[in-house]
């Protein structure tokens, strides 16, 4: 027994050696990759995306001067120098290269920026006359008009990311036949119980009787108003002087409790009380039919007189006002269905 024991133990075991190299160089192999994985695709020897800074600006496009501006109104601070501006009007690539550091920088007080810095405050300005690529012009280029697109793109150049891009001016809105505060302008009614004005849908006032109307409540022996704003550009829309401008309103109260009705525009400078006691209709239709074939019913005005030049236009507000003597609890309404402005050129 003890010799069988002695033969089992004594017998050949190179082979073992032979396994246990080959299983130490693939440990070694694993490692040996698994560091470079490590090296690569660490912080240190990773490739990092360039950061893009985070930034708030507002544009302004001065017409009369052709002067971009540029203000920074929060968010980080960027180098000058990582900053390209460019420009394309009516599709197109400007006529100017892009615009790239040093601009035209102010301090928010307004002195010239030296510190090499756009930061909270500071107003960049770019002069855009001959901006615009022209073959007929003798010159080839030409100064920006109201008839032109321009969009602007505000480019960190490290991580070639666009940071923001702005349309500084449309092209010719069409004209409508009626101007109505939808969808640039606003309307406002003081009809809260608070009596603080608040906002509403410019729908309600857009198109005549398609079941849209406001709705004010009117207190006994209180006024109630509504305002209206319309956003007209009068360059984009093409409006020069001569014009005329009609005003048209169209309401109902409901029942006669309204104590007055007025109507006043505000043309920027001053506000003018252009109607007062104006008729109560007890539905949008009866209102309707004071002007159906022409403008000189009712609830259509021609404000031209008080309304005299295009800026004059451009600032212009409606104001509808009521007052009731029914008592309170009765929670009598005065709806406005339409408001519009009509330019005839």
């Known amino acids: 027994m003890e010799g069988k024991k002695f033969r089992a133990l004594g017998k050949n075991c190179h082979a073992v050696s032979e396994v246990y190299g080959q299983l130490l160089m693939i440990s070694i192999v694993v490692i040996a990759f698994s560091t470079i994985a490590v090296t690569v695709f660490s912080d240190g020897g990773a490739v990092k995306p360039e950061h893009i800074p985070h930034i708030d600006l507002q544009e302004n496009f001065k017409k009369n001067t052709n002067i971009v501006q540029i203000v920074h ?20 690539k400007s006529a100017k290269p892009p615009f790239v550091s040093p601009f035209t920088v102010k301090n928010p ?15 960049i300005e770019i002069d855009t006359k001959e901006l615009v690529l022209d073959s007929t012009s003798p010159t080839g280029v030409r100064d920006p008009i109201s008839g032109d697109t321009i969009e602007m793109f505000f480019i960190d150049t490290p991580s070639q990311q666009v940071i923001q891009k702005a ?22 009614s003081n009809s809260t119980e608070s009596g603080e004005w608040e906002w509403k849908s410019t729908e309600s006032v857009g198109d005549i009787d398609d079941g849209r109307l406001t709705d004010s409540h009117i207190p006994k022996g209180d006024w109630v108003a509504e305002e209206y704003t319309f956003g007209i550009d009068t360059d984009e829309m093409g409006i020069s ?8 309103v169209i309401y109902q109260t409901g029942d006669n ?10 043309n920027g400078t001053e506000w003018t009380l252009i109607a007062s006691n104006m008729p109560t209709y007890h539905t949008v239709q009866d209102c309707m039919n004071v002007n159906v074939g022409d403008y000189n019913g009712d609830t259509t005005y ?18 509808f006002s009521i007052s009731g003597h029914a008592d309170d609890a009765s929670g009598k309404i005065g709806w406005v269905d339409f408001v519009g402005i009509h330019v005839e050129k």
């Open 241 to 248: 002087k001569p014009f005329k401008i009609l005003l048209r």
């Open 167 to 188: 349309v500084l001016q449309t092209g010719i809105r069409e004209l409508p036949d009626w101007i109505t505060p939808h969808p640039y302008g606003s309307v406002f």
């Open 257 to 266: 409790s309204p104590k007055n009705l007025t109507l006043s525009i505000f």
């Open 109 to 123: 007080d307004g002195s010239p920026s030296s510190d090499g810095v756009f930061t909270l405050g500071d107003c």
């Open 73 to 92: 109104n929060g968010g980080e601070a960027i180098d000058l120098s990582a900053i390209k501006i460019t420009f394309n009007v009516n599709g197109q």
């Open 302 to 319: 021609d404000i031209t007189r008080y309304v005299k030049t295009t800026r004059e236009l451009e600032e212009l507000k409606v104001r």
